[in-house]
C-alpha cells in the first residue's frame, strides 16, 4: 500500500494508521477493490519505487541537490545532478535570495508555485520559516491577482476540476487524485474571490493557497489535503470572452441545476473519504454559502471559512482590544459597512460571545449591533426585502443611506469593513470615528489591498494616531508623529489551520458554533503586552505554529467537552499532542 508506506515515512503515527483498520483488524479498503461487484469499474492504480529521473521530478521527494552521495548510489541519480551536495537551509537561502530578486509579487507567486511543483519540503521550509514575508506572495494580496491572471499564467494544473461536464461521474472524478487518504478539502465555486467578484474556475487559487497554509501554518500533512474548483460557468462577461480562460464558457447554472450538482460532490466525497473529511466551503456568494452550510452542517463534517472562519479571527481580535478599549464586549457598539458572508457571520459570532459572558438573551445582544449594506442602514421598515441573514438585523431606526450618517447616528465604538469595496472609509469617516471615540476600533477587512476599507496609514493618519487597526491584508507599519503604528491582519488565516488541525486530531465529526468560540479565546489570548505596545491586537504570524497548536487543543477539548470528537482515549496533553501530529518539512533520509 503505497499512500500507506508514504504516511508512514512522512511521521505519522501509529495510532493513525491503526485507525485505518477495520474492526476486524483488516486494513481499509481505500481503493474500493474489495467493495466494487464484478460489473462495477475500478481504477487500476499502480506503484512504484520512484528513483532516477522520475524521482527528481515527484516534488513530494525531490530534494535537489540535497540528495546526499549514498542516495545518488542507492536511486539511480549519478549523474543526473551536478556534484554538489547542498543542505536544506543553503537551499532556502538560495530561493530566498532569487525570490527578493522580483519586484512584481505575481512573478514571487509563480515561483513559489514552481517550487510547491518541484520540491513539496523546500517549499513548506521556505514559507514557514519567512511566513511574514511570504504570506503575502501565496496568499492575499498576491492569490487575488494569480487568480485574475490565472489563465495566462497556469502551467501544471493543481488540484481537482469539477465541472458540470462530470456530472453523474463525480465520484469517479475524485478516484483520479493520487492521495487517497483525504482529510480537509478547501472547495470554491469562484463566485467570490476576495472582493474580486466572479472568477469562475480561476478562483483554484484560492483553495490552493488556503491549503498550503493548512500545511504551513497549522502542520496538516500536504499528501491529506485536497483543493477543489467545481466550475457551474461564470457571470464574467470578460473571462467568458478570453480566449485563454480556462474554465466552462457558460453562464453559471443555477437552482436545480446547481444544487444537484453540488449534493452529488458532497455525496461522492463522503462515499470516498468517509465521514471525518472537512470540506472547507470558500468564497462562494453569499446566495450559495449560507444555504449550503445550513444544509450539510448536520450530515458533513462542513465549515465555512469566509463566514465562520473570519468570525471566528474578528471575535478574537475584538477580545484582544477589551485590554485597550475597556469594559467588556457588551458595552461596545458595533457598526458594519458590509452585511453578507463576512458581515453576519461576524455579528452573530459576537452577539453568541455576549450571551455565553452574560445573562443577555440573542435578541438583546443583536441590539448593539447594526449593520450596513449596499442600500444603506438595515432597518426594520427594510424587513420585508431582506435576504434571510440581514433579517436579525433589521432594528428599530429611520432609515440612513450613508455610512457617514449611520456613524454619525449609531455612534459606534467599533467599525468593521467587510464590503468588499476600496475606499469606503473616508476621511470623513475616520474623523467621525475618532471624534466619538478616544480610541476608536477601525477593521478594514475586505481582500486584497485594493479593496480594502482604509489603509492602515489613513487610519492612523485621520484618526491622529489614537485608531486600534487591523486590517484583512497586511500593510507595513506607519510612522506617525514620531511613533510607529504596528497593525493587525485580521484574516481567516489566524485561525483555519489550527481550527481545522483540532477537528482532525480528535476524530470530530461535525462543527459547533462553541468550538469556534473557544477558537477566538484561544488566539486572543496569544497576544502579548508587547503587541498591545505595539498598537496590535493579533500576534504576529511569525508565532503562528504556536498558536495553531494552541488553537487545535481547545477546538478538540471543545469537541471532547460536547461529545463530537471520537479519537479516543482523549489525549491529556491537547496542545503537546497537536505539536506531535503536526507536519514538519525537514528532509527525510531515503533507505
Ligand atoms: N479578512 C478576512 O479574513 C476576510 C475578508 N473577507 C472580505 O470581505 C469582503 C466581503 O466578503 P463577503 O461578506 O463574503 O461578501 P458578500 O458578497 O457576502 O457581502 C458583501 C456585502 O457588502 C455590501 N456592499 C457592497 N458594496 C457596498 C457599498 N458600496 N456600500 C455598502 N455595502 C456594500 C453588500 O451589500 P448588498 O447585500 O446590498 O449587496 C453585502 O452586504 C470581501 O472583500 C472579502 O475578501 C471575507 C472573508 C474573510
Ligand atoms: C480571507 C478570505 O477568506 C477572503 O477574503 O475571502
Ligand atoms: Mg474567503
Redesign the pocket.
Known amino acids: 500500500m503505497e499512500s500507506t508506506l508514504k504516511e508512514l515515512t512522512n511521521g505519522e503515527s501509529v495510532l493513525d494508521i491503526k485507525d485505518k483498520c477495520g474492526v476486524a483488524g483488516g486494513v481499509e479498503d481505500i481503493y474500493g477493490e474489495d467493495r466494487a461487484t464484478e460489473d462495477q469499474t475500478i481504477t487500476p492504480w499502480t506503484f512504484s519505487v520512484a528513483s532516477g529521473y522520475s524521482l527528481l521530478r515527484d516534488p513530494h521527494y525531490n530534494k535537489g541537490l540535497a540528495f546526499t552521495e549514498a542516495e545518488r548510489d542507492a536511486h539511480y541519480l549519478r549523474g543526473l545532478l551536478p556534484p554538489t551536495v547542498s543542505s536544506q537551509q543553503l537551499q532556502e537561502k538560495k530561493v530566498m535570495h532569487n525570490l527578493r530578486q522580483y519586484q512584481v509579487p505575481l512573478q514571487r507567486y509563480m515561483a513559489m508555485m514552481d517550487l510547491q511543483e518541484r520540491n513539496e519540503r523546500l517549499f513548506y521550509k521556505l514559507l514557514i520559516d519567512n511566513v511574514e514575508e511570504l504570506l503575502p506572495v501565496v496568499y492575499?494580496p498576491t492569490v487575488g491577482e494569480a487568480c485574475q491572471k490565472y489563465g495566462g499564467i497556469f502551467r501544471r494544473p493543481q488540484g481537482l476540476f469539477i465541472s458540470l461536464k462530470e456530472k453523474g461521474k463525480i465520484l469517479e472524478v475524485l478516484k483520479n487524485w493520487p492521495e487517497k487518504s483525504i482529510q480537509v478539502i478547501v472547495v470554491t465555486d469562484g463566485e467570490?474571490i476576495?472582493?474580486?467578484g466572479d472568477l469562475g474556475c480561476q478562483g483554484m487559487g484560492i483553495p490552493v493557497g488556503k491549503l498550503s497554509l493548512y500545511t504551513a501554518l497549522g502542520g496538516v500533512r500536504p499528501s491529506v489535503c485536497l483543493p477543489i474548483t467545481i466550475d457551474v460557468g461564470t457571470n464574467n462577461q470578460k473571462l467568458l470572452d478570453d480566449e485563454f480562460y480556462i474554465g466552462l464558457k457558460q453562464k453559471r447554472a443555477t437552482g436545480q441545476e446547481y444544487a444537484e450538482l453540488l449534493e452529488e460532490f458532497m455525496s461522492a466525497v463522503k462515499q470516498n473519504y468517509g465521514e471525518k473529511v472537512l470540506i472547507q466551503f470558500e468564497?462562494f456568494?453569499?446566495h450559495n454559502?449560507f444555504e449550503l452550510l445550513a444544509k450539510y452542517r448536520t450530515t458533513h463534517l462542513v465549515f465555512n471559512?469566509?463566514?465562520q472562519?473570519?468570525a471566528s479571527?474578528?471575535l478574537a481580535g475584538l477580545i484582544a482590544s477589551l485590554k485597550l478599549l475597556g469594559g467588556t464586549l457588551a458595552d461596545h457598539t458595533f457598526l458594519f459597512?458590509?452585511?453578507?458572508?463576512?458581515?453576519?457571520?461576524i455579528a452573530e459570532l459576537i452577539a453568541l460571545e455576549i450571551t455565553r459572558k452574560t445573562s443577555v438573551p440573542l435578541e438583546e445582544a443583536r441590539k448593539k449591533i447594526w449593520?450596513?449594506?449596499?442600500?444603506g442602514l438595515i432597518v426594520s421598515s427594510r424587513v420585508e426585502s431582506l435576504?434571510h441573514f440581514?433579517k436579525p438585523w433589521a432594528h428599530d431606526h429611520e432609515p440612513v443611506k450613508e455610512?457617514i450618517d449611520a456613524v454619525k447616528a449609531i455612534k459606534p465604538t467599533v467599525l468593521i469593513?467587510?464590503?468588499?469595496?476600496g475606499k469606503?472609509f473616508t476621511k470623513e469617516v475616520v474623523e467621525a470615528m475618532a471624534s466619538l471615540n478616544p480610541k476608536p476600533l477601525i477593521m478594514a477587512?475586505?481582500?486584497?489591498t485594493s479593496?480594502a476599507e482604509c489603509t492602515a496609514e489613513e487610519a492612523y493618519t485621520w484618526s491622529k494616531g489614537h485608531a486600534i487597526f487591523a486590517?484583512?491584508?497586511p500593510f507595513d507599519p506607519v510612522e506617525f508623529e514620531g511613533r510607529t503604528f504596528v497593525s493587525g491582519?485580521?484574516?481567516?488565516?489566524y485561525v483555519f489551520p489550527g481550527f481545522g488541525l483540532g477537528i482532525i486530531m480528535s476524530g470530530t465529526i461535525r462543527v459547533h458554533d462553541d468550538m469556534l468560540l473557544a477558537a477566538s479565546e484561544a488566539l486572543a489570548s496569544e497576544v502579548t503586552e508587547d503587541d498591545y505596545l505595539k498598537g496590535r491586537i493579533y500576534p504576529p504570524f511569525t508565532n503562528i505554529r504556536k498558536i495553531s497548536a494552541h488553537i487545535a487543543a481547545e477546538v478538540a477539548a471543545k469537541a471532547y467537552e460536547l461529545g463530537l470528537a471520537t479519537r479516543l482515549p482523549r489525549p491529556s496533553d491537547l496542545v503537546k499532542y497537536a505539536e506531535s501530529c503536526m507536519y514538519t518539512p525537514l528532509y527525510r533520509s531515503y533507505r
Open positions: 492575499t467570490r476576495l472582493g474580486l468564497d456568494a453569499n454559502a471559512d469566509d463566514i472562519g473570519t479571527v474578528v459597512l458590509g452585511a453578507g458572508e463576512a458581515g453576519t457571520g449593520l450596513v449594506d449596499s442600500k435576504q440581514k455610512l469593513g467587510t464590503s468588499g469595496v469606503t477587512l475586505s481582500n486584497p479593496q486590517s484583512g491584508s491582519q485580521a484574516n481567516n488565516a
